[in-house]
């Protein structure tokens, strides 16, 4: 009997195991890179985020426009050589969209080239209606966005047009965004004339192009909340990266003087003078209703 038991726990580890290890491992795709695994898939994304509806008070002013900065680019090359299949993550950038919608902003969407935007369609919500109409009414500029760089040609004088510079997160931010030079002036020029800048998780990697050509870290001394390096360290363990990221976020903009206000990937926002950012995309709802609030309030 005690053998019979001994034996039918080592199966069960054993099986166990082996389901561990199946479920684990990241999807390889088409075109050979690498999405997340069954295990981070179930761990790491949701069906229907924790939107709130929320009747603002319409903003009618002039500074109506949010210039909203996405990527182009899909796959991140990890340390072994193998591309994560990524792009911007769509409840980090729709949830922040729809509250600031409803705040009575509209959206002036660009990237780097003028390529289409790239979502992490692994991560979207299929149930929930709210982000799934929000992203329908944009799917034609999410297709064809502006280029960047025409409107650091054209409109970038425009201040008086815009409330707020908005950069999604997901890694897909961290591949194209960081070395942009155009990303740096929009940056320089919302930072310059007290237009706000809003951003999430890997988003804030963004703000490194303000030290391109040995120029000082405009955000020197402020706090901000980022996506922890340390968490992106741990991820490859459930298939969630299919290795280690060649750089990391966190620790760089701390080296430049940021003031980081999060040690895990949570709900943790943040407001420091005219910018405001979130920790992961568990604070998205919250980042959007913090922006929301504060544009309506200081742009009365």
């Known amino acids: 009997m005690k053998k019979k038991i001994i034996i039918g726990f080592v199966s069960f580890l054993t099986l166990a195991c082996i389901t561990l290890y199946v479920t684990s491992r990241p999807k390889l795709e088409l075109d050979g890179s ?26 009618q002013g002039k500074k109506s426009k949010i210039l909203v900065i996405f990527t182009e680019q ?23 969209m729809l509250h600031l919608k409803n705040a009575g902003f509209d ?20 149930k929930d209606e ?11 500029s999410f297709e064809s966005p502006k280029k960047l760089a025409e409107f650091t040609d054209t409109s970038i004088i425009d201040a008086a047009s815009y409330a707020a510079v908005f950069v999604p997160g997901g890694h897909g931010a961290m591949i194209d965004i960081p070395e942009d030079k155009n990303v740096a002036k929009v940056l320089n020029w919302a930072h310059q004339n007290d237009v706000f800048t809003i951003s999430l998780c890997h988003g804030p990697g963004s703000f490194l192009t303000t030290t391109l050509d040995d120029q000082k870290f405009i955000y020197a001394g ?11 360290e741990m991820t490859p363990m459930i298939g969630y990266l299919p290795g280690h990221m060649i750089l990391g976020v966190s620790e760089r903009l701390k080296s430049f003087g940021a003031n980081i206000v999060n040690t895990e ?14 920790a992961s ?4 709802n919250e980042l959007g209703k913090l922006a929301a609030n504060t544009l309506l309030k200081e742009l009365r």
């Open 222 to 232: 402020y706090r901000m909340a980022v996506f922890p390096d340390a968490v992106d």
């Open 130 to 140: 709210a982000v799934k109409a929000i992203y329908d009414e944009f799917k034609s």
């Open 74 to 96: 899909k796959n991140l090359e990890m340390k072994n050589g193998k591309m994560f299949s990524t792009g911007n993550h769509p409840v980090e950038a729709l949830l922040p």
């Open 34 to 59: 690498y999405s997340p695994s069954k295990l981070a898939i179930m761990l790491g994304t949701v069906s229907k985020t924790d939107y709130e509806a929320i009747s603002y008070e319409k903003y």
């Open 281 to 284: 995309p568990l604070a998205s």
């Open 265 to 278: 990937g949570d709900e943790t926002v943040c407001i420091d003078r005219k910018l405001i950012t979130g």
């Open 107 to 126: 959206f002036e969407i660009v990237t780097p080239t003028g390529k289409p935007v790239v979502f992490e369609m692994w991560a979207f919500p299929q």
